[in-house]
Structure formats: structure tokens, C-alpha cells
């Protein structure tokens, strides 16, 4: 069965410093994996997805994340925060073609 | 890339009526429809997939007499509250699948959302 667990329900960062997001996940197959971010009253926006080809996932935004197998980690990363990226980070793991898990999101806080 | 529209964004109505949500996909066609529903400060709960052409398949939990799926074409699903209560307040999410064929990967697109307020 596939899971994913977000490790941190919030987390602060002042402006320009990286950013680190952390996701778990357990998979008995070879994992579709997807960070979507979601602005207040908005929908979800892909930030990226890992689909088994390189492990280092660029996304949109300056985002990236690593796909890790032996730690079975997708953690989302950013060099430099800013203020638009304040939002909620949500990791996913598909579990089958219509199948898709959510993790429990993350809020990211944004410090002048 | 894919656009996924819903409307209404933010509707307003009396406890015992009924609110319909649309989501249609843009610029795809999408045999499958999810409608998601929010709480506030929570993660997403899948309510049911939509399925063109016949009936929806919900989740464990969720009432389809009181939340209604239709899935008429290939660009349309809706869902309909019915006889609204102050508990269905919440924020409704749509998404299609849409095969990302660049890589290969099942992309879900979500619609913007629909807040819905039941007085």
C-alpha cells in the first residue's frame, strides 16, 4: 500500500534562506511522486514529479526535489525563500491511475 | 498545459437548498473527474471519482444521495449539494487526469476551488 508522511506541519524560514521540505513516503512499487502548492482559497499547482527518470526533479519556481530510494525521501528544497512562497506544500504519492494520496501538508512561513 | 476551470469560486446559500459545482477541463478531454473536498487547514479528501458516461465511485463515508456526481461529456463533471446544511460548508476541489505524455506520468490538474457557505 503506498503512504506518505509530511515529517513538519509548519515551518518558518526568513526571506532568502533555502528551504526544506520533508516527505516520506512508502510505496511497494516504484513510486509516482508529486509536490503541489496550494495559495490561500486556491487550487493546487504542480511544483514537480518524479516518474522513475532522473532522481533530481527540477520544478517551477526555483524548486527542486530528490528522489532518495533508500530513504524513501522526496524532500522539496529551494536555495533562496521569498515572499510569494509562503504557502501550503502538499507531498503526493500515486497509488495506481486513479488513485492519488495526499500528504498532510506543510505551511510554509515566509519572514521579512 | 492542461486548464482545469470550476465555477462557481465562492458561493453563498440557505440551509435546505441546493448548490451545483461545475469542472470542466479546457483544453483536454478528461474521462475522469475527482472531486475533493477541504476542511480548513486540512489536507484534501478524495469524495468520489467521476467516471463519463456512468456512475461515480465513492469514497467510504461519503453520502451520494447528498452529494450528487454527474459526468455528462468529456469535459464536463458537476456536483451537485443537496439539501445543504451548514456542516457541508467547505472548500470543493476539482482535478482531472490528464496523461502527461512527455514523461509518461499521470498528471492530476485542479481546478481553482469552490467555497462554499451554507447559512
Known amino acids: 500500500a503506498q503512504s506518505v508522511t509530511q515529517l513538519d506541519s509548519h515551518v518558518s524560514v526568513s526571506e532568502g534562506t533555502p528551504v526544506l521540505l520533508r516527505c516520506n513516503y512508502s510505496?511497494?512499487?516504484?513510486?509516482?511522486l508529486f509536490w503541489y502548492v496550494q495559495h490561500p482559497n486556491k487550487g493546487l499547482q504542480l511544483l514537480l514529479k518524479?516518474?522513475?527518470?532522473?532522481?533530481l526533479v527540477k520544478g517551477i519556481n526555483g524548486f527542486e526535489a530528490e528522489f532518495k530510494k533508500s530513504e524513501t525521501s522526496f524532500h522539496l528544497t529551494k536555495p533562496s525563500a521569498h515572499m510569494s512562497d509562503a504557502a501550503e506544500y502538499f507531498c503526493?504519492?500515486?497509488?495506481?491511475?486513479?488513485?492519488?494520496?495526499f500528504g498532510t501538508g506543510t505551511r510554509l512561513k515566509v519572514l521579512a | 498545459g492542461a486548464v482545469v476551470s470550476q465555477h462557481p469560486s465562492w458561493v453563498i446559500c440557505k440551509s435546505g437548498t441546493s448548490v451545483k459545482i461545475e469542472c470542466r477541463s479546457l483544453?483536454?478531454?478528461?474521462?475522469?473527474m475527482f472531486w475533493y473536498r477541504q476542511f480548513p487547514k486540512q489536507s484534501l479528501m478524495l469524495m468520489a471519482t467521476?467516471?463519463?458516461?456512468?456512475?461515480?465511485?465513492?469514497e467510504q463515508g461519503v453520502e451520494k444521495d447528498k452529494f450528487l456526481i454527474n459526468h455528462a461529456s468529456l469535459t464536463l463533471s458537476t456536483l451537485t449539494v443537496t439539501s445543504a446544511h451548514p456542516e457541508d460548508s467547505s472548500f470543493y476541489i476539482c482535478?482531472?487526469?490528464?496523461?502527461?505524455?512527455?514523461?509518461?506520468?499521470?498528471?492530476?490538474?485542479f481546478g481553482a476551488g469552490s467555497r462554499l457557505t451554507v447559512l
Open positions: 482535478s482531472a487526469y490528464d496523461r502527461d505524455r512527455g514523461s509518461g506520468a499521470n498528471v492530476l490538474t
Open positions: 510505496s511497494s512499487y516504484s513510486p509516482s
Open positions: 518524479y516518474t522513475s527518470a532522473a532522481t
Open positions: 503526493v504519492v500515486g497509488a495506481g491511475t486513479y488513485k492519488y494520496i
Open positions: 483544453d483536454f478531454q478528461a474521462t475522469t
Open positions: 467521476s467516471n463519463e458516461g456512468s456512475k461515480a465511485t465513492y
